[in-house]
């Protein structure tokens, strides 16, 4: 094998190993992102849950208070009054809960899919200055190499179209 087939088969297997990286690193991201927004969805579901049940809390205590009324309405108004604080004071604390949950979700979200792309980030620039390296060693085999790939893309691209 003479030095020009090794540099292009050492610039191929570079290229492929750049091109397997991004994909890798792609698919990552892709699944941090995933992983984050079925994350915030559950902590979602769960919030609503919590505002359900408080609601539930708050329809008994209210049934509690119509039936007392009809007895004893002095002594029922200070208790449905204390009712209705605590119940409040329940979904305002839920309410936070929910706010509080979806806004860490959200900023845990941002900080993965930003650390997905700064990694995907540094694995491209590592490839582009491989590539520029050894297109200064062989620029023709660069060139010629970049134009197999932009083909092949541009192949498999028409055939997915054509589906």
């Known amino acids: ?7 292009a088969s050492d610039a191929t297997a570079a290229a492929r ?3 397997t990286k991004v994909t890798d690193a792609s698919a ?11 994350t ?4 979602a579901d769960d919030a609503a ?12 205590a ?7 009324a009809k007895g004893a309405a002095a002594d029922v108004v200070g208790d449905a009054k204390g009712t209705i604080d605590d119940v409040v004071g329940t979904l305002k604390s839920a309410a936070a809960q929910a706010k509080d ?3 860490d979700t959200l900023e845990s979200a941002q900080a993965q899919a930003q650390q997905a792309y700064e990694t995907s980030r540094e694995l491209v620039d590592d490839g582009v200055g491989f590539v520029k390296e050894k297109y200064r ?15 092949a893309v541009a192949l498999i691209v028409r055939s997915i179209s054509r589906r």
Request: aromatic share 2%; glycine share 6%; charged share 25%.
């Open 1 to 7: 094998m003479s030095n020009t087939d090794r540099t």
């Open 17 to 19: 190993d750049a091109a």
């Open 28 to 38: 990552r991201a892709t699944d941090e992102v995933k992983d984050a927004a079925a």
């Open 40 to 43: 915030a969805a559950r902590n």
């Open 49 to 60: 849950k919590h505002v359900d049940e408080a609601a539930k809390h708050a329809r008994d």
């Open 62 to 68: 209210g049934q509690a208070a119509f039936d007392a």
């Open 101 to 103: 949950t979806g806004a």
């Open 137 to 151: 060693e062989n620029p023709g085999l660069v060139i010629a190499v970049g134009a197999a790939v932009v083909l």
